[in-house]
């Protein structure tokens, strides 16, 4: 596909359940990242995978969350026992790694909703 | 950490007006300034960024200003157009021992409305 691509675009679950988000970078991107915007906390850094280097995982906000890369193309964030705040739109951005600045180039993300 | 203030949170303009948008941020060693549109529905798109060691970078209708000393920097958007309605984010990086300039830190939006 041209860009990013994100599924589901929407995701109702209950509270306590587990969730998988996946995401389909740019083709030949190779650093990608994970976002989680919120109405109370704005756009949030939550992790970053790059090449085969361990992923940057400083803006996880619990042992709940976690993601996965394989094979340097897809990821899949999952989050375990969800909790009603977890509720926001999760986007997933790639990039070609590049000095002096960096294009992040995000899906459409994907609306969580944790009743 | 890093931490971006913005202001406005919510602009209104006659179409053919012009815009500002204004952030502040915190940490001096931050070295890179993008600013990102947001339409409904859809994820941020880059429209323009600068880097620490240039003042003012312009985009056809469109520019960036930065000033190190007082940690602030502005986008600036001319002849507005009602398709410029958006969400409009900056954000704030500062890539070190082997991070990304993509892990960012953003400010928390302004909602741009421009009437016909």
């Known amino acids: 596909g041209a860009g990013v691509s994100q599924s589901p675009s929407n995701k109702v679950t209950e509270k306590g359940k587990d969730v998988e988000l996946r995401c389909d970078p740019i083709?030949?991107?190779?650093?990608l990242y994970w976002y989680r915007q919120s109405l109370g906390q704005g756009l949030e850094f939550l992790i970053y995978f790059q090449g085969n280097s361990a992923p940057d995982k400083s803006g996880l906000p619990s042992d709940r969350f976690s993601a996965e890369r394989t094979g340097g193309s897809v990821s899949t964030l999952t989050i375990q026992r969800t909790q009603q705040e977890d509720s926001a739109v999760y986007l997933c951005a790639s990039s070609l790694l590049g000095t002096g600045g960096e294009k992040l180039f995000f899906g459409s993300g994907t609306q969580l909703s944790v009743l | 950490g890093e931490n971006v203030e913005q202001h406005p949170s919510t602009l209104s303009v006659q179409e053919g007006d012009s815009a500002v948008i204004k952030c502040t941020y915190s940490d001096s060693a931050s070295n890179y300034f993008p600013w990102y549109k947001q339409e409904l529905g859809k994820g941020p798109q880059l429209i323009i960024d600068?880097?620490?060691?240039?003042g003012e970078k312009k985009d056809q209708r469109i520019a960036v200003t930065l000033n190190k000393t007082a940690k602030h920097f502005s986008l600036h958007i001319t002849e507005t157009q009602p398709e410029d309605s958006a969400v409009y984010f900056c954000a704030a990086s500062h890539p070190a021992g082997g991070t990304s300039y993509g892990k960012l830190t953003f400010g928390q939006g302004t909602i741009l409305t421009v009437h016909p």
């Open positions: 083709s030949g991107h190779t650093a």
């Open positions: 600068i880097r620490s060691n240039v």
